[in-house]
């Protein structure tokens, strides 16, 4: 190679290392009127014009470069980090491909098509591509890092965790490994710690938009939404074009109460983001709390797509029912999906497809079978089909709204609209015949979905201590009644009962509701039920009874937006918090309302 040229791209590098990038332009420049073809040349402006975002132009030179020498491996692998920022995946896994033909012991290429793969959701083959470059390079501590998201991705929480500390301990000062581990921390609520580990990154690199957008998240995750709003506005001033920012403001504003600006910054990150789907879902339940039906609605279908989304069934199988148009006697599956509180709370729509002539069976949780088969008698319920091909559509429960085009005024508002059995009912009456003071059901807490632990922190805060509910144990002339199911709080009760509700006014059969048939049966001998937002709650208000919510600062979207009463149940009234996590104006309200409710009772 000509000295000169040698020289040239000498101080090229020399500047590249520094990220003097204009300052290593007229070298390369200088190299390339040598030598119109040289590869190394035209490879460095590549990179160089990719860092400034020009990437029609990065490849272009970094084509030039494959085209002067066709076996290059390392710009292969430039031409696919290039297309894996634009979001070109496929094109990026085919150039890391011919990168990892050609330099088959080049690590930074084997791990980038882990990532590539990763994103693919080809978490496997990931595994095996980051492990093949830490085989090549143990020192590669960025491939540790990333094999730690892949496993992070898995659930594999702890594994992964212990995979960013080894790349720790290899790159200590990389803001990037430092938010890497940060986000696994947050994944397992260790939020604190998280903190720590972005502000150790800013401390290096006080710009760096991923840092303070995942700072903004645990602040707000830690009931801190004005310093999170800080620290994502400063995120978003850096990079406006950084999506996950602006999807992190939106929930730190709708936890504000500031809707409208929420919605505008969920829009923001969808228009940043091809297939945002979770930032589109999201927005859908802030339109949904405000009463936009028309939006809402349309937009709760990008459930669809969200990771663990709940319609990954195998009854997608069956073509999906898109229009009432001409439904008369087509056989139609629909089949329960989410909670059981939703399975009781949109059933109801069930009768209404069923008046378009529509031959309906329905798939609905064994615990539920037979509490819905009083829906309708024309309706056939099921826990499983028998055979899918039986069918001519499938409908998740869920999109019924969409498909009737369900606003606020044409909620079918059919009171009660499901029924308890007869014999159990009156079997409850003659063994509660000896609590003849007004009968109160209870339920204060709604427990965990084990399988869905990134919900805890929203479950945790619609859940009541007992020893905050128990201050209603000193109205007279009352009786309470155990309606909670699950633990830890069912647990508690056994165990704590005596230290925070001694008083005999609280009289515990939930051993003996064994399904919602049970609980339906129940209610049916009780004044009123008292609940916070649970499956009972629903169960409560669609057989008809006066049922009190206790609802938390930040409520579910179907409960809209402050506001006492439901257009879903016509015998619910909401109590609301005023400040999140407090519950004493929530009990004192109660208490108040309760002593004239029971004043009046004969």
């Not at 300052?23 to 390339?32: C, N, Y």
């Not at 898995?154 to 720790?168: F, G």
């Not at 990150?269 to 939006?295: M, P």
């Not at 509910?469 to 009760?493: M, N």
Request: net charge neutral; hydrophobic share 40%.
């Amino acid at each position: 190679m000509d000295p000169k040229i040698i020289f040239l791209l000498n101080k090229a590098i020399e500047a590249l290392q520094m990220a003097e990038f204009n300052k290593a332009i007229p070298f390369l420049e200088q190299t390339l009127k040598i030598e119109p073809k040289n590869h190394h040349a035209l490879r460095f402006l590549g990179v160089i014009h990719a860092q400034q975002g020009n990437f029609d132009q990065a490849i272009k030179f970094i084509n030039g470069s494959i085209g002067a020498f066709p076996k290059n491996g390392i710009a292969y692998s430039n031409l696919g980090n290039i297309y894996f920022q634009q979001g070109y995946l496929d094109k990026a896994l085919e150039a890391y491909s011919k990168a990892t033909k050609f330099e088959p012991n080049y690590a930074e290429a084997w791990s980038n098509k882990g990532n590539v793969l990763y994103e693919l959701k080809r978490f496997e083959e990931a595994l095996n591509h980051h492990d093949k470059a830490i085989l090549l390079n143990p020192n590669y501590a960025e491939a540790w890092s990333n094999k730690g998201l892949v496993l992070h991705a898995l659930k594999n929480y702890r594994e992964a965790l212990l995979l960013h500390r080894r790349s720790l301990e290899i790159q200590p000062h990389s803001p990037k490994l430092l938010v890497n581990k940060g986000i696994t921390l947050s994944a397992l609520h260790q939020h604190v710690e998280a903190l720590k580990l972005y502000d150790q990154a800013l401390a290096i690199n006080p710009n760096y938009v991923e840092a303070l957008s995942n700072k903004g998240s645990s602040l707000h995750e830690l009931g801190q939404d004005q310093a999170s709003l800080e620290q994502l506005e400063n995120a978003i001033s850096l990079n406006p074009q950084y999506a996950e920012a602006w999807y992190n403001k939106a929930i730190t504003l709708s936890a504000l109460k500031n809707y409208e600006g929420s919605l505008f910054a969920y829009q923001k990150a969808i228009d940043l983001r091809t297939n945002y789907f979770q930032a589109q879902w999201n927005k859908s339940l802030v339109e949904l709390s405000l009463g936009n039906y028309t939006n809402g609605w349309r937009n709760f279908e990008a459930r669809a797509f969200i990771e663990n989304s709940p319609l990954n069934t195998a009854y997608n199988m069956l073509p999906r029912l898109s229009n009432i148009g001409d439904i008369k006697n087509k056989k139609i599956l629909i089949w329960s999906e989410q909670g059981l509180g939703d399975t009781i709370q949109f059933c109801r729509f069930i009768p209404e497809l069923e008046k378009l002539g529509a031959n309906i069976t329905f798939a609905t949780p064994l615990t539920l079978h037979q509490t819905i088969r009083t829906l309708s008698q024309n309706i056939n319920i099921v826990v499983e089909p028998e055979n899918l091909n039986d069918y001519d559509f499938q409908l998740p429960l869920m999109s019924a709204p969409l498909l009737l085009r369900t606003d606020l005024e044409s909620i079918p508002h059919k009171s009660p609209y499901i029924f308890a059995d007869k014999a159990k009912s009156q079997a409850w009456s003659e063994k509660l015949k000896e609590f003849n003071q007004f009968r109160v059901g209870l339920v204060w807490s709604g427990g965990f979905r084990a399988n869905q632990p990134e919900l805890h922190a929203i479950n945790e805060q619609r859940n009541i201590p007992l020893s905050t509910i128990s201050t209603l144990q000193h109205l007279d002339r009352v009786t309470f009644f155990s309606l909670q199911k699950g633990d830890p709080a069912e647990s508690e009760l056994l165990r704590d009962k005596e230290v925070f509700w001694p008083k005999n006014n609280l009289i515990n059969y939930a051993s003996e509701l064994k399904d919602f048939s049970d609980t339906a049966a129940f209610i049916e001998n009780l004044d009123l039920v008292i609940s916070v937002d649970t499956s009972t709650a629903h169960l409560a208000a669609a057989l008809g009874k006066p049922t009190w919510i206790l609802n938390r600062y930040e409520p579910c979207w179907r409960w809209l937006i402050n506001k006492t009463d439901s257009p879903w149940y016509p015998t619910i009234r909401l109590y609301n918090q005023v400040r999140k996590n407090d519950w004493a104006n929530v009990i004192e309200s109660v208490m108040q309302d309760l002593k004239t409710k029971i004043a009046s009772f004969n």
